[in-house]
């Protein structure tokens, strides 16, 4: 009982000054009623901002977050693909729930949208027609991702053809390993249509998140340790940036409605001179001797087969243009016949007819 008086006596104390300060402050109200107001709203204008510093997440106006990451270049680590596999397969997804994206606003005209359509349905395609469509899905949800995010160009063609026509760097490698030289089937198109129609309706494909990056499960990138992994959709690996750049609140850049030329971007990635990382095994050191010759890069196919390609740029069709021609006839001895079919030339004098000589009358009657 004694403690209770004991602590008790303070708290009175504090009620009696709080009473005493409420009174002053209430005739200081009634003498300056605009004053009082306006300080008012200023301290709690103060307290808000206040709250807010303690309460939110790092500072993106910090030193340290000035100003975006630069997107890293798709740069490999010299293992092979099947050590590759099982490499991605140890690196855990994130723990928790990643926040589901926002759906994607276009705000322009026919014009901006079929550029946008061009270039979406060409990523989807040429990076995904290998999955199903939830893979094809994802990956139009990258690409909206980046349009938002501050680290990437504002407009659905520029953020796939980001670097495309650099030596080195390009952010979808379709656009830099020749794969444009591929004329898509028809249905693998019109599907990649309908994905990239619909992601630009505002569809959402929630489990990917925020991510800004993906790489396929044969490969690993340099990047992918500095990242946090999102998900995994088919055979690719989805991550988001570390720390503040990678949260939500990040990607609050407004899609302006512009976008630039599809078929001139297209134009410029396929005349660009690209160079090819290679993988250990590859056909690298078969084709090393041959001018122009660069190894692709070929998701294995669905036999389990391993595929090779070989892409020539303009330093090979500058060497074969250069190549003295010989007519492919006179390379070799053949009959004339023989000639004949293979250049179209008239025939020789002596051209025997072909088949067997027939048998003589007086040898059949002999014979019989």
Known sequence: MNHVLVLSRPFEGLRANA???????????????RETLGMGLFGMVVAAAIASTLVSGPSLTDGAHAAPPAPPPMLLRPIAPDQA???????????????????????????????????????????????????????????????????????????????STRPT???????????????????????????ATEALKGSVYAPVGWATHYHADYVVPYWASTM?????????????????????????RTYAGREPSFAALRSAALAAVHVTQSLPGSVAQTIKDIPGAEPLKLAPSLRGDKRVAV??????RKASAEVPHEEYAKKFSASDNLKFALSSDTVADNQQPLGRPPASTAGASADR
């Open 85 to 163: 596999l099982k490499v991605n397969a140890e690196t855990p997804v994130a723990a928790g729930t990643s926040p589901v994206a926002a759906p994607f606003v276009f705000k322009g005209n026919a014009a901006a949208l079929s550029q946008a359509l061009n270039c979406l349905a060409s990523a989807v395609y040429y990076e995904a027609a290998n999955q199903d469509e939830n893979g094809e899905r994802a990956v139009a949800q990258i690409v909206l991702n980046r349009v938002r995010h501050p680290a990437f160009p504002g407009s659905v063609c520029g953020v796939v053809y980001e670097g």
């Open 19 to 33: 009473t005493r300060l409420t009174q002053r402050v209430g005739a200081l109200s009634r003498a300056y009623p």
């Open 311 to 316: 892409r020539f740029n303009l330093v090979a």
């Open 169 to 195: 760097g390009c952010q979808f490698t379709f656009t830099c390993d020749g794969s444009l030289n591929r004329q898509p089937d028809g249905d693998g198109w019109r599907r990649a249509m309908r994905v």
């Open 228 to 252: 946090t992994k999102n998900a995994v959709v088919g055979a690719h690996l989805f991550y988001r940036w570390n720390g503040a750049w990678g949260q939500p609140a990040v990607f609050t």
